[in-house]
Nanobody, 125 residues
Framework: QVQLVESGGGLVQAGGSLRLSCAAS????????MGWFRQAPGKEREFVAA????????YYAGSVKGRFIISRDNAENTVYLQMNSLEPKDTAVYHC??????????????????WGQGTQVTVSS
């Protein structure tokens, strides 16, 4: 199993940047696909980005492609989400999630059994 803790959220103006971190505990982190999801008030949780266990492949939602970058450091048991050119529509609680890699890509929230508590990102116009 793995436990996940996000950090790095906050308030930023439109056009600005934030980097989210997700620290994992557990020996199996380096074998897991890791994903980032977000949930805005009144909306369903939506896929943002995912990265393979070794970082060799990434996959993005169309709404963030070209603006967000997912990466990981298995030596530090951490996955990152660099968010650039932020827009008010990016405002949401951002969660990281993990699962063993059995296929690729994995974009469904219900396919990830392990979740962090989330970190709030607010983008002002």
């Amino acid at each position: 199993q793995v436990q996940l803790v996000e950090s790095g959220g906050g308030l930023v103006q439109a056009g600005g940047s934030l980097r989210l971190s997700c620290a994992a505990s557990g020996r199996t982190f380096s074998t897991y696909v890791m994903g980032w999801f977000r949930q805005a008030p009144g909306k369903e949780r939506e896929f943002v980005a995912a990265i393979t266990w070794d970082g060799s492949s990434t996959y993005y939602a169309g709404s963030v492609k070209g603006r967000f970058i997912i990466s990981r450091d298995n030596a530090e048991n951490t996955v990152y989400l660099q968010m650039n050119s932020l827009e008010p529509k990016d405002t949401a609680v951002y969660h990281c999630a993990g699962r063993p890699q059995t296929k690729w890509p994995i974009v469904g929230a219900n396919e990830y059994p392990y979740w962090g508590q989330g970190t709030q990102v607010t983008v002002s116009s």
